[in-house]
């Protein structure tokens, strides 16, 4: 197996620095572009008379745990700069089935400079249990000293490692997915980090830098030896950005490169369906689900219920998203300003009023939002004009999910 240098690589990354810089935190949702990667379709969903969805079970693993800590369920919130923010997670929570949620990723430096937007960022909530910091950095006195402060600072049950960030900033200085490109200095890094704190430590990484480094298979077994608790796989490469199709045979020898620590697939799983198939064809122990979890916030309700039974209960009605969004708003006035919450909450409203099939002049409407009396009047309208094509009280067709656009050497 090669893993990448650090010499020649090093020079790539200069060259992609010069892109568009801090692209994931701040994207809007006009700079994403359709997902074109086909639904995994060879595990059927039948909807019954009763409205519940069945879907053939595969064969599950044992419960999860994190070290010590014992998940509620295996599926698991997928960190999302900008979005899984604690109003988000408590949102998910609130509709049950989540195992785990994760922050997005917190710089390490900006942590123990006690920056005010990093704090925020670490925010948590008694219903938002249990919760994980995902750090990233790549100087090993930082990431130690910054997961030593989360333990001391209480109310984190794990800290996981972002080793699969693509973004030129992040990767190009070494961490996030350049640490793929690093074998030596990461297994080090991860190792210290792990000896340094009581809590468990998981680390999220991508296949590798390219498909001429699969490296992660290497890495997770690597991990597993220095007392990682467990690994989360995007089956994808950093080259890959998101095009293309997640590699389940991919992620699959991850599964079977450790002994005993749990593996977390993810990447594309948009439903019940595209769980099964995903827990079935690489054996992975959980599954995490990002950009799906915005388009339907039941999902791991849906999943945990399936789980248990064999099928699951529809996602929320048109009524219910607009419940679940003013309470999204609320939880986000707890912690700012109401007009600087309502400019924040814009991110997440395009998701919310997509998924509940608002038109798109009102959607666009909502974008320039600024008073809280501009949020009450749109807020009004929508609930007024309700759904295109469908109803306030029955099941909304499926949302699309999009995934951000051009190459990756361009974020
Ligand atoms: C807008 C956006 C922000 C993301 N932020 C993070 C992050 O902070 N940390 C991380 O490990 N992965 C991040 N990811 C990757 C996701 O966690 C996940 O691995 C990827 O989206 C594939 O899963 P999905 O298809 O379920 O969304 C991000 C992805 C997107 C689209």
């Known amino acids: 197996m ?31 572009k359709a997902n074109t990667n086909a639904s995994p379709n060879d595990v059927a969903a039948h909807v019954g008379a009763d409205g519940l969805t069945r879907v053939e079970r595969p064969e599950f693993r044992g419960p999860v745990s994190y070290g010590s800590l014992k998940l509620a369920t295996r599926y698991l919130l997928s960190p999302l700069a900008g979005f899984t923010t604690l109003p988000f997670r408590r949102i998910v929570r609130n509709i049950g089935g989540v195992g785990l949620a994760t922050t997005d990723l917190v710089n390490c430096r900006a942590l123990l400079s006690q920056n005010e937007r990093t704090m925020q960022m670490i925010q948590t909530h008694s219903e938002d249990q249990p919760f994980a910091v995902q750090i990233f950095g790549s100087d090993p006195e930082f990431v130690t000293a910054a997961a030593q402060f989360l333990e001391e600072r209480g109310g984190v049950a794990t800290i996981d490692i972002n080793m699969g960030c693509p973004v030129n900033r992040i990767a190009g200085a070494g961490s996030g997915a350049g640490m793929m490109c690093n074998a030596g200095g990461t297994i080090s890094l991860v190792q210290k980090v792990v000896e340094s704190v009581k809590l468990p430590v998981s680390v999220k990484m991508r296949l590798g830098w390219d ?103 529809p996602a929320g009605t048109f009524e219910e998203r607009l ?18 919450a309502i400019i924040l909450f814009r991110k997440m409203a395009h998701w919310y009023l997509k998924g509940m099939r608002i038109r798109k002049k009102l959607r666009g409407d909502f974008q320039f939002v600024k008073t809280t009396d501009q949020f009450d009047a749109i807020l009004g309208k929508i609930r007024q004009e309700g759904p295109v094509g469908g109803n306030r009280t029955g099941v909304l067709t499926d949302c699309h999910i999009p995934v951000p656009s051009g190459p990756v050497d361009k974020w």
């Not at 240098?5 to 990354?13: A, M, N, S, V």
């Not at 200069?14 to 700079?31: H, L, S």
């Open 2 to 32: 090669r893993i990448c240098q650090r010499g020649p690589l090093g020079t790539r990354l200069n060259n992609f620095i010069a892109g568009r810089p801090d692209t994931i935190k701040n994207a809007i949702p006009d700079v994403f």
């Open 211 to 313: 498909d001429d480094n699969l490296t992660a298979p290497f890495f997770a077994k690597e991990f597993e030896q220095v007392g990682v608790c467990a690994i989360a796989i995007h089956g994808r490469t950093r080259e890959q950005g998101f095009s293309g199709a997640v590699s389940r045979p991919g992620i699959r020898k991850v599964v079977e490169a450790v002994e005993n620590i749990p593996v977390v697939g993810n990447g594309d799983v948009r439903n019940v369906a595209d769980a099964a198939v995903m827990i079935r064809e690489t054996g992975c122990h959980a599954v995490s689900i990002g950009r799906a979890a915005l388009a339907n916030p039941w999902i791991f309700r849906q999943l945990e219920e399936w789980e248990r039974t064999g099928s699951y209960s």
């Open 323 to 340: 419940q679940l969004m003013l309470r999204q708003y609320q939880f986000l006035a707890e912690q700012h300003p109401p007009e600087r």
